[in-house]
């Protein structure tokens, strides 16, 4: 037999394992899901954003050809809400009365043999509507406004006395925008029911959610229900909540008897799957005049539905950003006429480290002191809500180095200094930080005949390379070249797992991913513990190594013997194991466990003339523990900053003042940064593995945006004097 030749994969560039299925189409998304005897669905949405529906006519819509059923309130059997899940509340079910909460409210779903049938028929469907007067503004008086202290609000020492004894005191109001998620794939689910057992493809980032979500409006048993997500067209948060079009897709399988295909329209992706809620943020910072922080409070009130208990936790990052004795926090929510929020690509965060990091800014600019020695100089050493060590922290390594490729020392410290032209050049930084996050997980691994090994679990890849990984992990812990390694996901028949989010998955996963492939090899050692043939006989984990397909004693490669003989000799066609992960308690390590930092240093040029604005060059330094595979990580933070830059200076959902409807519902008008508005960027890690998880991981996903719009925001000012405190950043703001 040939000998494998296994070389250590974990931290090299590695091409994507499913890229060759992607850029040749053989990559199965939802939308490219058939059956036989498939029918079409299409939504009926409000024209209004509150009231109620006096009168909802079918009889056009049922007489064209082709069309199935028309389902609506009066008609459609009631589905139960969904449960409650690590991130909240599930939205309000689909059509269970005649209230309209929200303009874009799923009225009816048509369906039909075709998809253009059903798009006629749902244009045909009529509705009488009562209205009532909508809560749209968030400053209206009416609105009832949600808090949540025990969960979301942090206090320690009384930042009030602290910010009125304060040598320097810096306040300021801070804005930003909502804005839609918009990925790539429009969101697609196909249903089909065989008698009570339901399939499902979606485009979801939680698989195991829309499981129970369905198994609950259904009343069916959890293990009825199969979701499959092996492929999803990007998500960016807005797959992390089961949304009615899933319910509804389901709902018209049932009814009809037949599997059911339900895309979104891009206008009903922006009112469907969620948004980033806009928020309106106070801070005020005190400081001393050598530039101690002495007291800081941050207070943010964010957007949420009439029916929604979501509230955005914009400020709470605040709490453990930087060294200070007296801080307080507080979030709270203001019910109104709108769809349900969801998360956003680093939800609150994003718009809390704005706030914070141009306040940081503008008191750097009262004390004249250089904006990275003010972050440096409150470094937070220890977490500052609880006093514990973090588990690591690299931060200063990230502003030092990060600055050292920027070139952070030519800046001059007075605005509207630095000038290339006609242009105005500016330069601006941030400080960033992510919290730590992990949830529950569960991952098999299998090794056949062939030596090939298997390892699975329920998750989905939403275009982070979490396939690539987690078979580059997998093949180092077992000894094996990639080639021989395969991993699965997307199919809740697979292992529990958690949803593709929160920057938790790498590091929740990749740790079930060692603990099965660990208990892999054990459970080869146990096959061989008495066999007098084996050289590993009596052998135990800490007595061997895995390398090249084989198992050896620790320091004597000749004694050992390959997976396949092994199987082979006791006639075993496959083992399997399952391994499972839970996050640590701090108390129970002695240590507060550490999310991703880092540093963006930003440059910006402006024409004072015509009030242009261009993003010409970044630089992000990220302490992400121990970096799996460079080319992803890399890739993952260049993505983020380009949402970043949207975030900046472009994205901003509109919606009418007067009736709720969203304004751009398209992306011809709903501006995203494109090729020409992307810069220089550079990426450098630093730091090294986190000891909370075996896998060392603090995960990149979210912290690839945080910190971008401040850094370009303060950058803004250093060119041209101009203070912006309201997202983003536009023409008018510079003229």
Same mark, same amino acid.
């Given at each position: 037999m040939t000998t494998l030749r296994h070389v250590p994969s974990v931290g090299a560039g590695v091409d994507r394992v499913d890229g060759p299925a992607k850029v040749t189409g053989a990559a199965a998304y939802p939308g490219d899901v058939h059956y036989p005897d498939l029918a079409h669905a299409a939504l009926v949405r409000s024209t209004i954003a509150a009231g109620r529906v006096r009168a909802i006519t079918t009889d056009a819509a049922e007489a064209v050809p082709g069309v199935l059923a028309v389902l609506t309130h009066a008609n459609a059997p009631r589905v139960e809400r969904a449960p409650d899940t690590a991130l909240g509340a599930a939205p309000p079910p689909p059509l269970r009365d005649d209230r309209i909460i929200h303009h874009g409210q799923y009225l009816a779903v048509v369906v039909a043999e075709t998809?253009?049938?059903?798009?006629?028929?749902?244009?045909?469907?009529?509705?009488?509507?009562?209205?009532?007067?909508?809560?749209?503004?968030?400053?209206?008086?009416?609105?009832?406004?949600?808090?949540?202290?025990?969960?979301?609000?942090?206090?320690?020492?009384d930042a009030a006395t602290a910010l009125a004894s304060a040598d320097v005191l810096v306040e300021a109001t801070y804005t930003t925008p909502e804005e839609t998620n918009n990925p790539l794939g429009p969101f697609t689910t196909v249903a089909a029911w065989d008698g009570t057992a339901l399939t499902v493809h979606d485009s979801t980032q939680w698989p195991y959610a829309v499981r129970a979500a369905l198994a609950r409006a259904f009343d069916v048993p959890e293990n009825g229900v199969q979701v499959l997500a092996r492929h999803v067209g990007g998500g960016f948060g807005a797959g992390l909540r089961v949304w009615p079009h899933v319910v509804l897709a389901a709902l018209a399988a049932r009814v009809t008897g037949r599997p059911v295909r339900l895309e979104l329209t891009r206008p009903q992706m922006f009112t469907g799957v969620g948004h980033r809620p806009s928020t309106v943020q106070r801070v005020r910072i005190g400081a001393t005049r050598d530039g101690d922080l002495v007291g800081v409070e941050h207070e943010s009130t964010s957007?949420?539905?009439?029916?929604?208990d979501t509230i955005e936790p914009a400020a709470a990052g605040t709490s453990n950003a930087y060294a200070c004795p007296n801080v307080a926090t507080r979030d709270r929510a203001v019910r109104l006429h709108l769809p349900s929020p969801g998360p956003m690509r680093a939800p609150g965060e994003a718009q809390g480290n704005f706030a914070l990091e141009c306040a940081l800014d503008e008191l750097a600019h009262e004390l004249r002191m250089d904006p990275l020695q003010l972050r440096l100089r409150n470094?937070?050493?220890? =977490? =500052?809500?609880?006093?514990?060590? /973090?588990?690591?922290?690299?931060?200063?390594?990230?502003?030092? =180095?990060?600055?050292?490729?920027?070139? /952070?020392?030519?800046?001059?410290?007075?605005?509207?200094?630095?000038?290339?032209?006609? /242009? *105005?050049?500016?330069l601006g930084m941030a400080g960033v930080t992510f919290p730590w996050y992990q949830q529950p997980c569960r991952a098999r691994a299998s090794m056949d005949?062939?030596?090939?090994?298997?390892?699975?679990?329920?998750?989905?890849?939403?275009?982070?390379?979490?396939?690539?990984?987690?078979? %580059? *992990?997998?093949?180092?812990?077992?000894? *094996?070249?990639?080639?021989?390694v395969r991993f699965d996901l997307g199919d809740t028949d697979m292992p529990m797992a958690p949803q593709a989010g929160g920057s938790g998955l790498t590091g929740a996963l990749g740790s079930a991913v060692h603990a099965a492939c660990r208990q892999l090899v054990e459970a080869f050692l146990d096959l061989v513990w008495d066999d007098p043939g084996s050289p590993l006989r009596g052998l135990g984990p800490a007595d061997v190594t895995v390398a090249e397909g084989r198992i050896h004693r620790t320091g %004597?490669?000749?004694?050992?013997?390959?997976?396949?003989?092994i199987l082979a000799r006791h006639g075993v066609h496959e083992l399997t194991a399952d391994g499972d992960s839970a996050p640590p308690r701090p108390e129970d390590i002695g240590m507060a466990p550490a999310g991703a930092f880092g540093a963006r240093f930003v440059e910006v040029r402006v024409d004072p003339s015509l009030g242009l604005l261009r993003v010409s060059r970044v630089v992000t330094a990220v302490d992400a523990g121990r970096v799996l595979n460079a080319k992803t990580a890399t890739s993952q933070i260049v993505g983020g900053t380009v949402g970043g830059i949207g975030m900046a200076l472009m994205e901003r959902t509109e919606r009418d003042p007067g009736t709720g409807r969203v304004a751009d519902a398209t992306l011809g008008d709903y501006l995203v940064p494109v090729h020409a508005d992307v810069p220089e960027m550079e990426v450098l890690f630093v730091g090294g593995p986190d000891p909370v998880n075996p896998a060392g991981t603090k995960g990149v996903g979210e912290i690839g945006l945080v910190g971008v719009a401040a850094a370009v925001a303060n950058a803004v000012f250093h060119a041209t004097g101009r203070r912006v405190r309201d997202l983003p950043i536009t023409v008018e703001d510079l003229l």
């Amino acid at each position: 037999m040939t000998t494998l030749r296994h070389v250590p994969s974990v931290g090299a560039g590695v091409d994507r394992v499913d890229g060759p299925a992607k850029v040749t189409g053989a990559a199965a998304y939802p939308g490219d899901v058939h059956y036989p005897d498939l029918a079409h669905a299409a939504l009926v949405r409000s024209t209004i954003a509150a009231g109620r529906v006096r009168a909802i006519t079918t009889d056009a819509a049922e007489a064209v050809p082709g069309v199935l059923a028309v389902l609506t309130h009066a008609n459609a059997p009631r589905v139960e809400r969904a449960p409650d899940t690590a991130l909240g509340a599930a939205p309000p079910p689909p059509l269970r009365d005649d209230r309209i909460i929200h303009h874009g409210q799923y009225l009816a779903v048509v369906v039909a043999e075709t998809a253009e049938a059903a798009n006629e028929a749902a244009r045909l469907v009529r509705v009488d509507y009562e209205p009532a007067e909508a809560l749209l503004d968030p400053h209206d008086p009416r609105a009832e406004t949600l808090t949540d202290p025990a969960r979301l609000d942090t206090a320690r020492g009384d930042a009030a006395t602290a910010l009125a004894s304060a040598d320097v005191l810096v306040e300021a109001t801070y804005t930003t925008p909502e804005e839609t998620n918009n990925p790539l794939g429009p969101f697609t689910t196909v249903a089909a029911w065989d008698g009570t057992a339901l399939t499902v493809h979606d485009s979801t980032q939680w698989p195991y959610a829309v499981r129970a979500a369905l198994a609950r409006a259904f009343d069916v048993p959890e293990n009825g229900v199969q979701v499959l997500a092996r492929h999803v067209g990007g998500g960016f948060g807005a797959g992390l909540r089961v949304w009615p079009h899933v319910v509804l897709a389901a709902l018209a399988a049932r009814v009809t008897g037949r599997p059911v295909r339900l895309e979104l329209t891009r206008p009903q992706m922006f009112t469907g799957v969620g948004h980033r809620p806009s928020t309106v943020q106070r801070v005020r910072i005190g400081a001393t005049r050598d530039g101690d922080l002495v007291g800081v409070e941050h207070e943010s009130t964010s957007v949420t539905a009439i029916e929604d208990d979501t509230i955005e936790p914009a400020a709470a990052g605040t709490s453990n950003a930087y060294a200070c004795p007296n801080v307080a926090t507080r979030d709270r929510a203001v019910r109104l006429h709108l769809p349900s929020p969801g998360p956003m690509r680093a939800p609150g965060e994003a718009q809390g480290n704005f706030a914070l990091e141009c306040a940081l800014d503008e008191l750097a600019h009262e004390l004249r002191m250089d904006p990275l020695q003010l972050r440096l100089r409150n470094h937070a050493d220890v =977490q =500052q809500t609880s006093g514990l060590p /973090w588990s690591s922290n690299a931060l200063r390594d990230a502003y030092e =180095q990060g600055a050292a490729r920027f070139g /952070w020392h030519r800046r001059t410290p007075d605005p509207g200094s630095m000038r290339d032209g006609r /242009w *105005l050049v500016g330069l601006g930084m941030a400080g960033v930080t992510f919290p730590w996050y992990q949830q529950p997980c569960r991952a098999r691994a299998s090794m056949d005949l062939r030596g090939t090994a298997l390892v699975r679990s329920a998750v989905t890849d939403i275009g982070t390379g979490t396939a690539t990984v987690m078979t %580059q *992990l997998a093949a180092d812990l077992l000894g *094996l070249p990639l080639a021989r390694v395969r991993f699965d996901l997307g199919d809740t028949d697979m292992p529990m797992a958690p949803q593709a989010g929160g920057s938790g998955l790498t590091g929740a996963l990749g740790s079930a991913v060692h603990a099965a492939c660990r208990q892999l090899v054990e459970a080869f050692l146990d096959l061989v513990w008495d066999d007098p043939g084996s050289p590993l006989r009596g052998l135990g984990p800490a007595d061997v190594t895995v390398a090249e397909g084989r198992i050896h004693r620790t320091g %004597q490669p000749a004694l050992g013997e390959s997976y396949t003989d092994i199987l082979a000799r006791h006639g075993v066609h496959e083992l399997t194991a399952d391994g499972d992960s839970a996050p640590p308690r701090p108390e129970d390590i002695g240590m507060a466990p550490a999310g991703a930092f880092g540093a963006r240093f930003v440059e910006v040029r402006v024409d004072p003339s015509l009030g242009l604005l261009r993003v010409s060059r970044v630089v992000t330094a990220v302490d992400a523990g121990r970096v799996l595979n460079a080319k992803t990580a890399t890739s993952q933070i260049v993505g983020g900053t380009v949402g970043g830059i949207g975030m900046a200076l472009m994205e901003r959902t509109e919606r009418d003042p007067g009736t709720g409807r969203v304004a751009d519902a398209t992306l011809g008008d709903y501006l995203v940064p494109v090729h020409a508005d992307v810069p220089e960027m550079e990426v450098l890690f630093v730091g090294g593995p986190d000891p909370v998880n075996p896998a060392g991981t603090k995960g990149v996903g979210e912290i690839g945006l945080v910190g971008v719009a401040a850094a370009v925001a303060n950058a803004v000012f250093h060119a041209t004097g101009r203070r912006v405190r309201d997202l983003p950043i536009t023409v008018e703001d510079l003229l």
